[in-house]
């Protein structure tokens, strides 16, 4: 098959992209490259595709319809898995606009484009943030998401959304994935775990929001992957029954999370013992933005994926832990 990978050059995008081009289907692989976080990484990434099958890298931004367009012009496309968006909580509160024009905007033209080209089926990135600061646990795709406390989970609860008006009024089969903090080699250099690995290696102090009285349902980007492809394998059916997440058209939600909620000062723990150093604290309120906990349930995700994460964190850091020794060496993996 050929699938169009948005976001190809980030931390999920590359994850999958491989593991497809691992699989033997040919990956086209949009991505604008743009400065939210060093682009070296980014490229990084994809020189890590570079060879490993039929792959094809275009530089372009989704929110710019005829630049997504073109860069899909005469090829066929099977599926897409759209990855690419504005990541992070409490970026969103500085630059809003951003995440419009990127979650919102750019959604909107993946929607087109899989609707013109008669895509068999749209895998798409949503998040467990979503959920707001929710009291029900562990959180389920059945639960109402109407009080999201970000603007960056606002814009993907607006995803998912549009999303269901373009399975009902298309019949485009569409698969929304809940992510819950995920985690890796490859990972995204303002997420916890790196900010936390490269703090410890340096001697610096770690900023721990609410002395570290969070738990967040850390995922393994093996197992995030895993449940991708299974998802993407799965169009939801047209059968007019109802589906996860409470479409009877053919769209579907999902959790996909460790399945294990672990406190962030348990994290700050393994991290020490992986990289043979105390950490130092620096206490910190919570940001805004932040929620107090997050736990999926994957009940769901379980009977008709398949998917069953397989990766702890206690053997999910050091793996994380080592990449990064090697990536910061120069010679990545």
Same mark, same amino acid.
């Given at each position: 098959m050929t699938i169009l990978v948005t976001g190809v050059a980030g931390f999920i995008g590359h994850a999958v992209a491989r593991a497809l081009l691992a699989r033997g289907d040919r990956v086209i692989g949009i991505d604008d490259l743009n400065p939210y976080y060093d682009p070296a990484l980014k490229r990084a990434r994809l020189d890590d595709l570079g060879g490993r099958g039929d792959f094809t890298f275009v530089e372009a931004d989704i929110a710019?319809?005829?630049?997504?367009?073109?860069?899909?012009?005469?090829? #066929?496309?099977?599926?897409?898995?759209?990855?690419?968006?504005?990541?992070?909580? +409490?970026?969103?509160?500085?630059?809003?606009? #951003?995440?419009?024009?990127a979650n919102?905007?750019?959604?909107?033209?993946?929607?087109?484009?899989?609707?013109?080209?008669?895509?068999?089926?749209?895998?798409? #990135?949503?998040?467990?943030?979503? %959920?707001g600061d929710s009291a029900a646990f562990p959180l389920s795709v059945e639960? +109402?998401?109407?009080?999201?406390? !970000?603007? %960056? #989970?606002?814009?993907? +609860?607006?995803?998912?959304?549009?999303?269901? !008006? %373009?399975?009902?009024?298309?019949?485009?089969?569409?698969t929304g994935l809940r992510f819950f903090t995920v985690y890796g080699p490859w990972g995204r250099p303002d997420m916890a775990v790196w900010l936390f690995t490269s703090a410890v290696l340096d001697g610096r102090a770690i900023r721990l929001h609410a002395g570290g009285d969070m738990r967040r349902?850390?995922?393994f980007i093996d197992d995030i992957v895993a449940g991708v492809l299974a998802a993407l394998d799965r169009p939801p059916a047209d059968d007019g029954r109802p589906k996860p997440g409470g479409a009877v058209a053919p769209h579907a939600i999902y959790n996909l999370g460790g399945d294990r909620p672990e406190g962030v000062d348990r994290l700050v723990r393994l991290i020490e013992d992986a990289c043979g150093r105390a950490a130092m604290i620096e206490a910190s309120p919570m940001q805004p933005g932040d929620v107090r906990?997050?736990?999926?349930?994957?009940?769901?995700?379980?009977?008709?994926l398949g998917f069953s994460p397989a990766t702890p964190l206690d053997v999910g850091i050091p793996r994380f832990v080592d990449w990064f020794r090697h990536y910061r060496a120069g010679a990545g993996s």
């Open positions: 710019d319809a005829d630049a997504l367009s073109r860069a899909t012009d005469g090829t #066929a496309i099977d599926r897409i898995v759209h990855l690419a968006a504005q990541a992070g909580v +409490r970026h969103s509160i500085d630059n809003p606009h #951003a995440y419009v024009r919102m905007v750019g959604h909107l033209n993946v929607l087109e484009l899989a609707r013109t080209r008669r895509v068999g089926h749209l895998v798409y #990135a949503s998040s467990s943030s979503v %959920y639960q +109402r998401t109407d009080h999201p406390i !970000s603007l %960056y #989970a606002a814009t993907k +609860r607006a995803d998912e959304l549009m999303s269901d !008006s %373009y399975a009902h009024l298309y019949r485009l089969p569409q349902d850390f995922t906990q997050t736990a999926a349930d994957i009940t769901a995700s379980r009977r008709d």
